[in-house]
T-cell receptor, first 117, second 109 residues
Framework: GAVVSQHPSRVICKSGTSVKIECRSL??????MFWYRQFPKKSLMLMAT?????????EQGVEKDKFLINHASLTLSTLTVTSAHPEDSSFYIC?????????????FGEGSWLTVV | SQQGEEDPQALSIQEGENATMNCSYK?????LQWYRQNSGRGLVHLIL?????REKHSGRLRVTLDTSKKSSSLLITASRAADTASYFC?????????FGQGTRLTINP
């Protein structure tokens, strides 16, 4: 089946620094990728939708200057948490839609645990 | 943003019993998907049901969709301890995939 790779799986960074999380579709082209944030024992909150070659669409309440999303190719999207603070510590998950058709399955990465100290 | 409610929020049953989880949503959809998540891990896609479908089966899974009531259900038959996980429905409205609150399922041996 289709595979989405997310890296790093765990990262610890100091407060005030920036950290980048990568999301790659390994065996398919992903026109659209989604980034989610998940707090412990909670559901996934959609942060933004990114389409290859265009600016990401952010959900209400998500700071676009803090959570920079780049979707430079059909197989790679990155989320950069800028000037990270302890409250940004969370589980971040990316997903990718196979192809461009809406009904196509969406595959998820394994997630990235971010801890800001 | 969240689509709506899933119920129950938590479900604990004995191994071998059937587990039913429900999901309600608010907007028009193209399809609805069910996912499973083990604690601290990524999501595993279970099944996708399109808006023009009413029922779908995959192994021990049975999913129904009622677009008039904007609701879906996931039935897991003959549950196993390994089915213990959180289950989420997600609606695809052509622009984005939005998740419900999830059901935490515990299967007791």
């Amino acid at each position: 089946g289709a595979v989405v790779s997310q890296h790093p799986s765990r990262v610890i960074c100091k407060s005030g620094t920036s950290v980048k999380i990568e999301c790659r579709s390994l065996d398919f082209q992903a026109t659209t990728m989604f980034w989610y944030r998940q707090f412990p024992k909670k559901s996934l909150m959609l942060m933004a939708t990114s389409n290859e070659g265009s600016k990401a669409t952010y959900e209400q309440g998500v700071e676009k200057d803090k959570f920079l999303i780049n979707h430079a190719s059909l197989t790679l999207s990155t989320l950069t948490v800028t000037s990270a603070h302890p409250e940004d510590s969370s589980f971040y998950i990316c997903s990718a839609r196979e192809g461009s058709r809406v009904g196509n399955t969406i595959y998820f990465g394994e997630g990235s645990w971010l801890t800001v100290v | 943003s969240q689509q709506g409610e899933e119920d129950p929020q938590a479900l604990s049953i004995q191994e071998g019993e059937n587990a039913t989880m429900n999901c309600s949503y608010k907007t028009s959809i193209n399809n609805l998907q069910w996912y499973r998540q083990n604690s601290g891990r990524g999501l595993v896609h279970l099944i996708l049901i399109r808006s023009n479908e009413r029922e779908k089966h995959s192994g021990r899974l049975r999913v129904t969709l009622d677009t008039s009531k904007k609701s879906s259900s996931l039935l897991i038959t003959a549950s196993r301890a390994a089915d213990t996980a959180s289950y989420f429905c997600a609606t695809d409205d052509t622009q984005k995939l939005v998740f419900g609150q999830g059901t935490r399922l515990t299967i007791n041996p």
